[in-house]
């Protein structure tokens, strides 16, 4: 076995979410001592508020993210497997299949898959305690380390790298027990994705808003019976959810960015950053980890992250000089 790339450095990383605890696993296993501090519970926000998809073909995802998600959707399974392998916890593929509709209804079949965020959740929380990984919540960063390299992975929170809270609420219905969904159903604005494992199976989630609310994780009532009627009227097979009891409903705040896209980027000698994921942290998390390690590391990252360099907003805005 090669040694090692990052032996016994010093990382600390500020926000357990999804990108924080992928990117953790990730350094130790290029070998460096790796710390989480989050200022809440580890994975109660975005992460644990999302519907799954790994939605690497959605037509609305901005051309600019096909590399990153090709590569992070082609690292998955062996993410998910070294996860159960160190924590022992499965988390199986919910779907294999999503049915992408456009503007007119007509529906295009895309292999595509879906995870339960809530069974990554404990897993991935197992897979990182099982290892050396210091995970530390409720807690604060006051001062910077002067030893380590800080990685930013504060979600919606990262104001300074131009992120914003794009609010998503979500529910979940009851199947009726003939139901033989089995595939994601998505078009622009609305999407079902069925649960077929675990303790949610007979359930399908039906999501979401996009808003610009702030920090708000308030539920409405008419907001959800209007995603419940905007998924029955997908197509002709869905119409039974006109009706499907609601099981539960809830929101979370996207880390949303003005052109979509992430930011994974070297900020100076100590700080790096790896927030932004909006819609697709979930599908981006191994392939951002990678490429975050790599930036760690002082090398290339296997794709091309110039369209995810946190100085792209200045240059945007910066005004010719005269
Ligand atoms: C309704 C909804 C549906 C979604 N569906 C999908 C989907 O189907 N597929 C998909 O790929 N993605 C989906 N997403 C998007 C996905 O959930 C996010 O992109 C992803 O979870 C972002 O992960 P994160 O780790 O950056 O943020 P978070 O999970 O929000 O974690 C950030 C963490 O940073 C911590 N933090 C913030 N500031 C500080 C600080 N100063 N000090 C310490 N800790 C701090 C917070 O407490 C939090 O725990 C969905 C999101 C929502 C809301």
Redesign the pocket.
Known sequence: MSSPALPQAEILI???????LSLALELDARGARVTV????T??????G???????VHDPYNPPDLQELAQFSVSVYTEFLQRIERLGGMPVPYQTRITNQYDARGVGTRLVESSIDPRQLAPALLAAAKALSIDIREHE??EVLPTRAQVVW?????AKHYNVSPRK?Q?LRVELPRASTLTEVHRAEHVYIVPRTQGPQAGTALI??TVEDVGFDLTTHAEHLVQLRAAAADLTGDLRFLSDAPIVEAWA????GTPDNLPTLARVNERELVA?G???????LAPGTAKVIADLIEGRQPRIDIAPFRATRYQQRTAQPSR
Not at 153 to 157: E, K, L
Not at 277 to 283: S, V
């Open positions: 500020i926000g357990a979410g999804i990108i924080g501090v989050d200022r809440d580890a994975l109660s926000h975005a992460s508020a999302a519907a799954g998809m790994l939605a604060q960063v992975t504060t979600g919606a929170w998503g979500m999501g979401a979370g705040l996207r880390p927030t994921h909006f819609r697709n942290g979930i599908l």
